[in-house]
Nanobody, 123 residues
């Protein structure tokens, strides 16, 4: 089970920190990701982290602004979002999957999903 939280309304240039608490299974061999969906648009990969090893991967448009991290002891993944832009507005989902590197950027290949959390960035 994945439980996302931390969304909200923020002005452009502001920051938010999303959290995804994982429970009910061991995610040691999994990739944990944040995926977003804006109204009327398809889901888009935002960032991912390998639970073992901690390698991280980002959508080009969020590199340098967003940071994904994990706390093994708390079984939680975070997404620190800085310098937010109106185009970052979306519902953000956390997801998990046992994926090879070439697959982690495809939202459709993740097996486990949390409920979304709304992020709204005003201009």
């Amino acid at each position: 089970q994945l439980q996302a939280s931390g969304g909200g309304l923020v002005q452009a240039g502001g920051s938010l920190r999303l959290s995804c608490a994982a429970s009910g299974r061991t995610f040691g061999s999994y990739t944990l990701a944040w995926i977003r969906q804006a109204p009327g648009k398809e889901r888009v990969f935002v960032a991912a982290i390998r639970w073992n090893g901690g390698n991280t991967y980002y959508l080009d448009s969020v590199k340098g602004r967003f940071t994904i991290s994990r706390d093994n002891a708390k079984n939680t993944v975070f997404l620190q979002m800085n310098s937010l832009k109106p185009e970052d507005t979306a519902v953000y989902y956390c997801a998990a999957g046992r994926l090879i590197l070439s697959s982690i950027y495809d939202p459709n290949l993740y097996n486990y999903w949390g409920q979304g959390t709304q992020v709204t960035v005003s201009s």
